[in-house]
């Protein structure tokens, strides 16, 4: 077969010939071999050399390549038109060349048509949402699939009732009123760097419309070697729900973190094992990972892989073992996650939860006092706020542990936060079991609403508010708007695509209040950033907190004397 390379040549050599006889012809003068010989010879020799335009792939090009061509001949034209100016007018010069430019040009745009068309039967519609450089990439990889694009949809006012390659660019507005009532198969999202927000308007806005909906990943996980198109994946609960604090603030968290030895305890947790990867990310010197459970402890420690990284497995109950642990690494900053946290069987479990939650967090609260740690972060939830649940009460126990045990050497916040997205007793992960099997998805209330949060957002948020807390704070960390539990199950139902699904009802279960709060009352205070506010203090006395706390211990009615220290403990049985 013969070198594409010296068929480059020969389209040179066939192209001036005909230019120059055809502008010879229309200037009345006689054909002229000598001239057209020269300026083959110019044109070859300037395509050899300049960016070595003769080896160019056709069926490659880009807008670029055609840049190129033009570039290439216009160097060769200032090099031959001095040679023959007076031969021939310069007007005669100037439109040989463009008529060799459109030529040459139009010949390449043929056959790269004509290579690169698609013989794919175009069976499905879809539309891309985002005019950009990613929209229009993925238009033309389009071109080879069951797609048709039918239109590109652009927020930009200026690109809008515009076209690309006879696409016409709609506002979200026009599109819809373009769809009526018909729904399209397929629509992509072709925005990397797109917020979370502007998603789930998007998906709220639009999804009706469509069968299905795509995203691309954030412009991080896109590999330039790829395809975009292989890239797309199923818009996520995360991508509707996810919130991004606008005001985090990665340098005050890196100087609090950077060079120094933190302990986590329930590092494998859903909530620590985020943390254990936010120290890495912010250069911890060292990270003592506490946990209980061999396990979740052996996953964290492998996932991390670092020498930085020290496993201990030792539970927060046994005060021996943890004075030990504190003496041996000397920790600068602790954060406290290890908790009982799953309503239900907490119910079930009353004295473990109390000795785990209460007697737990006041051993690592003690010890690190003892032991002089620069700042402890108690990490509490909004079920502690008015309680209907054992959970929630010995976890607003633990908040008042904290702040009245605040002052004797080291600085102790808490960090008050409501649920987070695919956390291990979070209702998603049991969505998605049920729905996998094809079970109908159970809600306990048709009005039951939670607060969400994804999880490295939340944990980015806790070491915020640590690096700014001085002690005795309970921060609130902003969850936004409460989601209501029904909306989750019916979204989750419709990205499932399955058809088959439908929503029962089983009834709240034992401590289980219609909605959360994050506010004991509206006397919070707010901080430097938006994304976190303080809760009023509440004062009690950290002896007689002490002596309560061993009565609870003690006692044969638990549920009294939880009542006794929080007042406001309102247990809700058999809702």
């Not at 001239?35 to 070595?52: P, T």
């Not at 160019?56 to 090099?79: C, D, E, G, H, R």
């Not at 995360?238 to 890196?254: C, F, G, V």
């Not at 939830?381 to 607003?396: E, S």
Request: hydrophobic share 40%; net charge neutral.
């Amino acid at each position: 077969m013969i070198d594409k390379r010296i068929l480059n040549f020969l389209v040179i050599v066939t192209v001036t010939t005909f230019t120059f006889w055809w502008t010879f012809f229309i200037f009345h003068l006689p054909f002229s071999v000598d001239i057209v010989v020269s300026v083959i010879l110019i044109r070859m020799i300037v395509s050899r050399l300049v960016y070595s335009d003769y080896s160019q792939s056709w069926s490659k090009a880009s807008s670029k390549t055609f840049l190129i061509k033009s570039v290439v001949y216009i160097i060769a034209f200032l090099i031959y038109l001095p040679i023959f100016y007076g031969e021939v007018r310069f007007s005669f010069m100037v439109s040989e060349l463009f008529t060799y430019l459109f030529i040459i040009n139009f010949s390449m745009y043929f056959y790269y048509y004509l290579v690169n068309k698609s013989n794919t039967k175009k069976t499905k519609s879809v539309v891309i949402y985002g005019a950009g450089r990613a929209g229009i990439k993925l238009e033309s990889e389009f071109l080879h699939s069951k797609f048709k694009v039918r239109f590109f949809v652009d927020d930009d006012e200026i690109i809008q009732n515009r076209s690309i390659d006879s696409i016409k660019v709609l506002s979200r507005s026009k599109l819809k009123d373009k769809l009526n009532n018909s729904k399209f198969d397929l629509l992509v999202i072709a925005m990397p760097s797109i917020s979370k927000e502007v998603t789930k308007e998007i998906y709220n806005d639009l999804g009706e419309y469509f069968k299905d909906i795509k995203i691309l990943p954030s412009i991080n996980e896109i590999l330039e070697s790829k395809k975009l198109s292989t890239q797309l994946k199923d818009i996520s609960l995360e991508d509707l729900l996810a919130r991004h604090p606008q005001d985090l603030d990665k340098k005050a968290i890196s100087t609090f973190i950077k060079n120094k030895t933190v302990l986590i305890t329930g590092a494998g947790g859903s909530i620590g094992s985020e943390l254990v990867r936010q120290c890495i990310n912010f250069e911890a010197d060292k990270i003592v990972l506490l946990d209980h459970s061999e396990f979740n402890l052996y996953q964290i420690e492998q996932e991390i892989g670092s020498d930085k990284v020290i496993p201990i497995m030792q539970s927060v109950v046994n005060v021996d073992d943890l004075d030990k642990t504190f003496q041996k690494f000397n920790p600068d900053i602790v954060i406290h996650a290890a908790a009982y946290k799953h309503v239900p069987l907490v119910e079930s479990n009353i004295s473990e939860a109390i000795n785990n939650n209460i007697i737990g967090t006041k051993n690592i609260i003690d010890i690190a006092i003892k032991n002089s740690t620069e700042k402890l972060i108690l990490i509490s939830t909004d079920k502690a706020v008015r309680p209907t649940n054992v959970m929630g009460t010995t976890k607003r126990i633990c908040e008042l542990y904290a702040q009245n045990s605040n002052g004797q050497g080291t600085d102790i916040v808490a960090v008050r936060f409501g649920n987070v997205l695919g956390s291990s007793g979070s209702v998603i992960p049991k969505f998605k079991s049920q729905i996998e099997k094809g079970q109908n998805v159970t809600v306990t209330h048709p009005d039951i609403t939670r607060y969400f949060m994804l999880i490295p957002e939340a944990c980015e948020l806790v070491l915020q508010a640590g690096a700014i807390g001085t002690g005795g704070e309970i921060f609130i960390l902003d969850m936004g708007e409460p989601i209501k539990i029904v909306d989750l199950a019916n979204k989750m139902i419709k990205l499932s695509g399955r058809k088959d699904i439908d929503i029962e009802f089983s009834g709240l279960r034992t401590g289980e209040k219609l909605y959360e709060e994050l506010l004991i009352d509206d006397t919070d205070c707010s901080t430097e950033y938006n994304s976190i506010t303080v809760a009023k203090p509440t004062k009690y006395d950290i002896v007689t907190l002490n002596k309560d706390i061993g009565q609870l211990i003690n006692c044969s009615d638990k549920i009294k004397q939880l009542k006794k220290i929080v007042p406001e403990f309102n247990h809700q049985l058999n809702l």
